[in-house]
């Protein structure tokens, strides 16, 4: 698009000024930002290569690569469940199984403490804790491995704890593979089975959504809830 963009626009040569000329075509034409950005990606990789090969300065390689993208305003929304839904979901797991007791603690954690699926795969006994009367998930690393700590509601708690009294679970990985016979693993799930597990009950509910709109769902029935705005960002590990 760029090349064909170029020959018709009577410009010569390739070079910074080239390229915001093409970025700002682009805007006029209203084109995404996301799409602009994925098409400078590609252009200053071109330019990269074409240093490499002799056809342009490494100056105006560098020069183009310093060449701005279009800052996204806003981003997408998502999905998160309504507080009938959330139970729904709460209460579809088969909790007579002891893969149901895993399942529904999954899904608690989730709505419960706002957790990504790669923490809750994370997760261990060890980061339960009782602080100042209540059960908190202590020194939780999430992205760029930044830690805290998030409050765990009662429902959550008590979702666990028959799920590790079930599995004989008193260290390690909290959430564990349950083969058909009903036999737990020793190693943790991954994250790709914990976003399974929440596919299979949803769809079984008629819902479309995934583990990060339980993270949403999380956040707003806090925000609903009256919880301050603080500690929600606090739970969700967000600067």
């Known amino acids: 698009d760029f090349m064909a963009w170029h020959s018709g626009s009577g410009r010569q040569g390739f070079d910074k000024a080239?390229?915001?000329?093409?970025v700002a075509h682009?805007?006029?034409e209203g084109t995404t930002a996301s799409?602009?950005?994925?098409?400078?990606?590609?252009?200053?990789?071109?330019?990269r290569e074409a240093a490499d090969n002799g056809l342009i300065d490494h100056a105006a390689a560098e020069a183009i690569a310093r060449a701005e993208g279009v800052r996204s305003e806003g981003k997408r929304l998502g999905n998160w469940l309504t507080q009938q839904q959330?139970?729904?979901?709460?209460?579809?797991?088969?909790?007579?199984?002891?893969k149901g007791l895993r399942d529904r603690a999954i899904l608690a954690v989730l709505l419960g403490c706002g957790l990504r699926r790669e923490e809750a795969a994370a997760l261990t006994v060890e980061?339960?804790?009782?602080?100042?009367?209540?059960w908190v998930v202590v020194d939780l690393?999430?992205?760029?491995?930044?830690?805290?700590?998030?409050p765990m509601p009662s429902f959550a708690k008590h979702a666990i704890d028959d799920w590790l009294l079930a599995a004989?679970?008193?260290?390690?990985?909290?959430?564990?593979?349950?083969?058909k016979g009903g036999r737990v693993g020793a190693g943790p799930m991954t994250a790709q089975a914990i976003y399974?597990?929440?596919?299979?009950?949803?769809?079984k509910l008629g819902l479309t959504v995934h583990p990060h709109d339980l993270r949403r769902t999380f956040a707003k029935l806090a925000h609903k809830g009256n919880a301050p705005l603080e500690q929600i960002q606090l739970s969700l590990g967000h600067s």
Do not use: M
């Open 127 to 134: 980061h339960l804790q009782q602080r100042e009367g209540r």
């Open 196 to 203: 399974n597990a929440v596919n299979e009950y949803a769809a």
């Open 141 to 150: 690393a999430g992205k760029r491995n930044k830690l805290r700590s998030v």
């Open 26 to 28: 682009l805007r006029s």
């Open 35 to 47: 799409s602009i950005n994925q098409r400078l990606v590609a252009i200053r990789k071109l330019a």
């Open 18 to 22: 080239t390229v915001n000329a093409y």
């Open 86 to 98: 959330a139970q729904a979901l709460l209460d579809a797991p088969d909790v007579g199984t002891v």
């Open 168 to 179: 004989s679970i008193t260290v390690g990985p909290v959430f564990r593979p349950v083969n």
